[in-house]
Antibody
């Protein structure tokens, strides 16, 4: 079955760029059947959708984060990535990648702390 | 953005109870609504998609209904494993949005 795995630094300094990658196994991003999303959950808070990317590279971002986020896809590696720039403490969260519009497959999540 | 409002925010119930969680959208989303269950330290799990379709492997005590702007998630007979936080999510708009969550606690 399809599995997703997030990877990236667990600690990022304020004002720097947070970069995460989601590796897809057991299925192909290029199948074209799904959008691939990034989400986050701040400590003790609810789920926040950050944006999605399609295998063609088409993206759509949460308007509240659009000015700081960039997503990309590497079909040869079967992975997609996210960059969030100018981070602050408010970006400290568990970051998830997920598949689909109704998101049926999720990564386990990776904790990112923004701190100097 | 389409705003999603869940009620209640917290719900206390006994094992065996029937419970209902409501999700309201700020504009019509047809049936483009999903429900998730999340336990502490874990990723969310999809329960219901397209408002009323049960995801594979999800127990039949879970059901969803509604269309337009008002939706419900019902658990027909609460089991100990069901105590968790539940979220609704709309995907009618390409800017997906979630409800704030409903924490289901043991009474």
């Amino acid at each position: 079955q399809v599995q997703l795995q997030e990877s990236g630094p667990g600690l990022v300094k304020p004002s720097q760029t947070l970069s995460l990658t989601c590796t897809v196994s057991g299925g192909s991003i290029s199948s074209g059947d799904y959008y691939w999303s990034w989400l986050r959950q701040r400590p003790g808070k609810g789920l926040e959708w950050i944006g999605f990317i399609y295998y063609t590279g088409r993206t759509h971002y949460n308007p509240s984060l659009e000015s700081r986020v960039t997503m990309s896809v590497d079909t040869s590696k079967n992975e997609f990535s996210m960059r969030l720039n100018s981070v602050t403490a408010a970006d400290t969260a568990v970051y998830y990648c997920a598949r689909g519009e109704a998101m049926d497959v999720w990564g386990q999540g990776t904790t990112v702390i923004v701190s100097s | 953005d389409i705003q999603m409002t869940q009620s209640p925010s917290t719900l206390s119930a006994f094992v065996g109870d029937r419970v209902t969680i409501t999700c309201r959208a700020s504009q019509s989303i047809s049936s483009w609504l999903a429900w998730y269950q999340q336990k502490p330290g874990k990723a969310p799990k999809l329960l219901i998609y397209a408002a009323s379709n049960l995801e594979g492997g999800v127990p039949s005590r879970f059901s969803g209904s509604g269309s337009g702007t008002e939706f419900t998630l019902t658990i027909s007979s609460l089991q100990p494993d069901d105590f968790a936080t539940y979220y609704c999510q709309q995907y009618n708009s390409e800017s997906y949005t979630f409800g704030q969550g409903t924490k289901l606690e043991i009474k």
